[in-house]
């Protein structure tokens, strides 16, 4: 080992001495991965002197038998010795170019037979191995870079785009308005945005050029570079060897796209705070990060299956507990993709829901133990499930520390009058929620207590419910006395002062909804289950949670606040009309039931008079003239914050509309604008 280190590693890189002394110390006795437990008992310099003996003693012996050995052992091959730092090379007969080094030694036959004399590494040996190691060190290396590539800039690139909201005066730039208004607001191509087109969601153009980055790397990346030479010791040809170094690739980048689609779905995202980029937006992402890190996954499974196939080892590889858990990794990823169809999270949510925790846990696991039964803790692997099985642990861990912080409550669902049956509100005691989105448990509510779902923070009061009227008791599933104590509630007010006025035990934060499928559903049944017109239950409360993004600087600039709000959609409205300290501030509502109506209007009573409110029953809203006054017509010049939430349709149409207005006139107002959207 000695020799051959002295021989060739002049050669190749020139190592100090001082690292040839750690590699003896390290791999002598362990192979590719250092121990030092194993330290040989002789030294390098020790092994080398022994060797140079020996070499010496060699070259005599050739001299005194070379007439003997040229006609009784014509196979053995005794070379002459020649320098060890001769850098000439030759080309062998099958293409190999080796080093022209020698000696006088016997060859060593590598694993095929014992090494018990001094032996020399033959130079098409050496440059054999050196050709295959050296390719994998240096390919191994490009995969590595590549995932982290991929894992930064998806991670990373959301934050200097936003910052640029910070930037003095350039929310009120006409130039940066119309900027935005061609490449970030629309749509990618119409005007469907919220609104599904065949099956699917259209990305608006500035959430397209991101997508566009990342497919761009994921492919790029993929392709090259590579490093393949040939002839060499592990790949017997070119084609084989692509297959398995691409294969590889494909599986490490897609580990880069995991650890990023893991922290986009979480509800603690941190970019939520930093960046102005919305939850839906995240979520959207998370979904082309996730098409890539499944298309990576199934690339790498069928390169390798193929490589396998055709180097003749595949029965062996199948026996091997890595390749079934590599299997359950793959089949995971692939499965997750139908079962998370647009169809199937509107009409299946809660299947959705389920099979995708199910199959993410699946793809956690089949990727763990598939690199473990491979390698152990040998290579690093881990390190990527690790990253991204504790991004989502963590997640999962602040969800129940929020949870246990706000305590169990009681919530009390009331059927709303004059709406067919379609609404009702959520009436959660003894928490003071000031905005964004809860996601709200109902354990007693069927067997699956786990879940929770989304609701908006219309607003919190104190003291009861806000419309002064006496309500029928509401029944209570849990506790009988708790229901007739309600009977006594008084008279509210809307809660527009700091909490620290009040005692939260005393807030009561209100939700609407609308009955649809999944949860929205069940409480409705449950309240057309009992006498009256509502009914009580225990309640969890995870949030609330800012999913509209870090905007309150962008907001905090706007002399204007316009509101378009369709049906509940107004709960994501009110709080930004009694927050924001704009001088004008617009609400515009249309609702297709009249009880929805006659429920908030203490709640928008409550309001500071200086905000117009205007509603509609059973119209619809002429967004044509409201956007044209408040963007071309009104005296007010300053920034205009647009906020919309409503049904896709309208959504889409303001936003249509907006972007159309700023970019055809130089007149426009600069704008920001706020699709307060919560979609899967």
Same mark, same amino acid.
């Given at each position: 080992?000695?020799?051959?280190?002295?021989?060739?590693?002049?050669?190749?890189?020139?190592?100090?001495?001082?690292?040839?002394?750690?590699?003896?110390?390290?791999?002598?006795?362990?192979?590719?991965?250092?121990?030092?437990?194993?330290?040989?008992?002789?030294?390098?310099?020790?092994?080398?002197?022994?060797?140079?003996?020996?070499?010496?003693?060699?070259?005599?012996?050739?001299?005194?038998?070379?007439?003997?050995?040229?006609?009784?052992?014509?196979?053995?091959?005794?070379?002459?010795?020649?320098?060890?730092?001769?850098?000439?090379?030759?080309?062998?007969?099958?293409?190999?170019?080796?080093?022209?080094?020698?000696?006088?030694?016997?060859?060593?036959?590598?694993?095929?037979?014992?090494?018990?004399?001094?032996?020399?590494?033959?130079?098409?040996?050496?440059?054999?191995?050196?050709?295959?190691?050296?390719?994998?060190?240096?390919?191994?290396?490009?995969?590595?870079?590549?995932?982290?590539?991929?894992?930064?800039?998806?991670?990373?690139?959301?934050?200097?785009?936003?910052?640029?909201?910070?930037?003095?005066?350039?929310?009120?730039?006409?130039?940066?308005?119309?900027?935005?208004?061609?490449?970030?607001?629309?749509?990618?191509?119409?005007?469907?945005?919220?609104?599904?087109?065949?099956?699917?969601?259209?990305?608006?153009?500035?959430?397209?050029?991101?997508?566009?980055?990342?497919?761009?790397?994921?492919?790029?990346?993929?392709?090259?570079?590579?490093?393949?030479?040939?002839?060499?010791?592990?790949?017997?040809?070119?084609?084989?060897?692509?297959?398995?170094?691409?294969?590889?690739?494909?599986?490490?980048?897609?580990?880069?796209?995991?650890?990023?689609?893991?922290?986009?779905?979480?509800?603690?995202?941190?970019? @939520? =705070?930093?960046?102005?980029?919305?939850?839906?937006?995240? &979520?959207? !992402?998370?979904?082309? $990060? *996730? %098409?890539?890190?499944?298309?990576?996954?199934?690339?790498?499974?069928?390169?390798?299956?193929?490589?396998?196939?055709?180097?003749?080892?595949?029965?062996?590889?199948?026996?091997?507990?890595?390749?079934?858990?590599?299997?359950?990794?793959?089949?995971?990823?692939?499965?997750?993709?139908?079962?998370?169809?647009?169809?199937?999270?509107?009409? @299946? =949510?809660?299947?959705?829901?389920?099979?995708?925790?199910? &199959?993410? !846990?699946?793809?956690? $696991? *089949? %990727?763990?133990?598939?690199?473990?039964?491979?390698?152990?803790?040998?290579?690093?692997?881990?390190?990527?499930?690790?990253?991204?099985?504790?991004?989502?642990?963590?997640?999962?861990?602040?969800?129940?520390?929020?949870?246990?912080?706000?305590?169990?409550?009681?919530?009390?669902?009331?059927?709303?009058?004059?709406?067919?049956?379609?609404?009702?509100?959520?009436?959660?005691?003894?928490?003071?929620?000031?905005?964004?989105?809860?996601?709200?448990?109902?354990?007693?509510?069927?067997?699956?207590?786990?879940?929770?779902?989304?609701?908006?923070?219309?607003?919190?009061?104190?003291?009861?419910?806000?419309?002064?009227?006496?309500?029928?008791?509401?029944?209570?599933?849990?506790?009988?006395?708790?229901?007739?104590?309600?009977?006594?509630?008084?008279?509210?007010?809307?809660?527009?002062?700091?909490?620290?006025?009040?005692?939260?035990?005393?807030?009561?934060?209100?939700?609407?909804?609308?009955?649809?499928?999944?949860?929205?559903?069940?409480?409705?049944?449950?309240?057309?289950?009992?006498?009256?017109?509502?009914?009580?239950?225990?309640?969890?409360?995870?949030?609330?949670?800012?999913?509209?993004?870090?905007?309150?600087?962008?907001?905090?600039?706007?002399?204007?606040?316009?509101?378009?709000?369709?049906?509940?959609?107004?709960?994501?409205?009110?709080?930004?009309?009694?927050?924001?300290?704009?001088?004008?501030?617009?609400?515009?509502?249309?609702?297709?039931?009249?009880?929805?109506?006659?429920?908030?209007?203490?709640?928008?009573?409550?309001?500071?008079?200086?905000?117009?409110?205007?509603?509609?029953?059973?119209?619809?809203?002429?967004?044509?003239?409201?956007?044209?006054?408040?963007?071309?017509?009104?005296?007010?010049?300053?920034?205009?914050?647009?906020?919309?939430?409503?049904?896709?349709?309208?959504?889409?149409?303001?936003?249509?509309?907006?972007?159309?207005?700023?970019?055809?006139?130089?007149?426009?107002?600069?704008?920001?604008?706020?699709?307060?959207?919560?979609?899967?």
């Amino acid at each position: 080992m000695a020799l051959c280190i002295d021989t060739y590693c002049p050669l190749t890189g020139n190592p100090s001495m001082s690292l040839i002394e750690d590699y003896w110390a390290s791999h002598l006795g362990t192979g590719t991965l250092g121990n030092y437990k194993y330290v040989p008992v002789m030294s390098y310099h020790d092994a080398l002197s022994e060797a140079r003996a020996d070499e010496s003693d060699a070259t005599l012996n050739t001299n005194s038998t070379e007439a003997s050995n040229a006609t009784t052992h014509n196979t053995m091959d005794m070379r002459i010795l020649k320098a060890r730092r001769h850098v000439s090379v030759i080309e062998r007969e099958s293409g190999l170019i080796t080093f022209d080094v020698s000696s006088p030694l016997p060859m060593a036959a590598g694993a095929r037979k014992p090494l018990n004399v001094t032996s020399f590494v033959d130079p098409e040996d050496w440059q054999m191995q050196y050709n295959y190691l050296s390719n994998f060190e240096m390919n191994e290396s490009g995969h590595s870079t590549m995932a982290i590539i991929i894992a930064i800039v998806a991670i990373l690139l959301p934050i200097p785009l936003s910052l640029l909201r910070l930037i003095p005066g350039l929310s009120k730039s006409r130039g940066w308005t119309y900027a935005k208004s061609m490449l970030v607001y629309p749509s990618v191509w119409g005007k469907y945005h919220r609104e599904p087109v065949a099956g699917a969601w259209v990305p608006t153009r500035g959430q397209a050029m991101y997508i566009f980055l990342i497919s761009f790397l994921n492919l790029i990346l993929l392709l090259a570079p590579y490093v393949i030479t040939q002839p060499q010791a592990s790949f017997s040809s070119r084609d084989l060897q692509t297959l398995s170094i691409v294969g590889n690739r494909a599986g490490v980048m897609a580990m880069g796209n995991v650890v990023a689609l893991f922290l986009f779905a979480t509800r603690n995202n941190v970019l @939520l =705070y930093i960046t102005d980029w919305s939850y839906s937006t995240y &979520l959207l !992402l998370h979904r082309w $990060l *996730g %098409y890539w890190a499944a298309f990576h996954t199934i690339l790498h499974s069928f390169m390798l299956l193929s490589y396998y196939i055709v180097n003749g080892t595949y029965q062996d590889e199948l026996a091997r507990p890595y390749w079934s858990w590599g299997i359950v990794g793959t089949v995971a990823a692939s499965a997750i993709l139908p079962f998370s169809l647009p169809w199937v999270r509107q009409k @299946l =949510y809660e299947f959705f829901l389920a099979s995708h925790v199910v &199959l993410a !846990l699946l793809f956690i $696991l *089949g %990727y763990y133990y598939h690199i473990w039964y491979c390698y152990e803790y040998k290579w690093g692997y881990e390190i990527w499930i690790f990253i991204a099985g504790g991004i989502w642990g963590a997640d999962r861990v602040a969800r129940l520390a929020r949870t246990a912080l706000q305590g169990s409550h009681t919530a009390d669902i009331t059927l709303i009058k004059d709406t067919d049956g379609e609404y009702f509100r959520i009436d959660v005691q003894g928490t003071y929620l000031k905005d964004g989105v809860a996601y709200l448990c109902f354990p007693t509510l069927d067997w699956r207590f786990w879940e929770n779902h989304p609701f908006s923070v219309a607003y919190c009061s104190f003291g009861g419910r806000n419309n002064g009227e006496q309500e029928s008791n509401p029944t209570s599933d849990e506790n009988q006395q708790d229901a007739e104590k309600s009977t006594n509630s008084a008279s509210t007010a809307i809660a527009t002062a700091d909490v620290s006025t009040h005692n939260s035990k005393d807030a009561t934060t209100t939700f609407f909804a609308r009955s649809r499928t999944g949860i929205t559903k069940k409480l409705l049944a449950r309240i057309s289950g009992v006498s009256g017109s509502s009914t009580r239950l225990r309640v969890l409360i995870d949030g609330p949670y800012d999913h509209s993004g870090h905007t309150s600087s962008q907001l905090a600039e706007c002399t204007g606040i316009l509101c378009v709000a369709g049906g509940v959609g107004i709960t994501a409205c009110l709080p930004h009309l009694e927050q924001n300290t704009a001088k004008e501030r617009k609400l515009f509502w249309s609702i297709r039931k009249p009880g929805l109506a006659a429920e908030l209007a203490p709640a928008l009573a409550a309001l500071a008079g200086s905000v117009q409110v205007e509603t509609l029953v059973g119209r619809r809203l002429d967004l044509d003239s409201i956007l044209g006054q408040e963007m071309l017509g009104g005296k007010n010049k300053g920034p205009l914050a647009i906020i919309v939430c409503g049904p896709p349709s309208m959504a889409d149409d303001v936003r249509q509309k907006v972007v159309s207005l700023a970019r055809g006139s130089p007149l426009s107002r600069p704008y920001v604008l706020l699709d307060e959207a919560f979609s899967w």
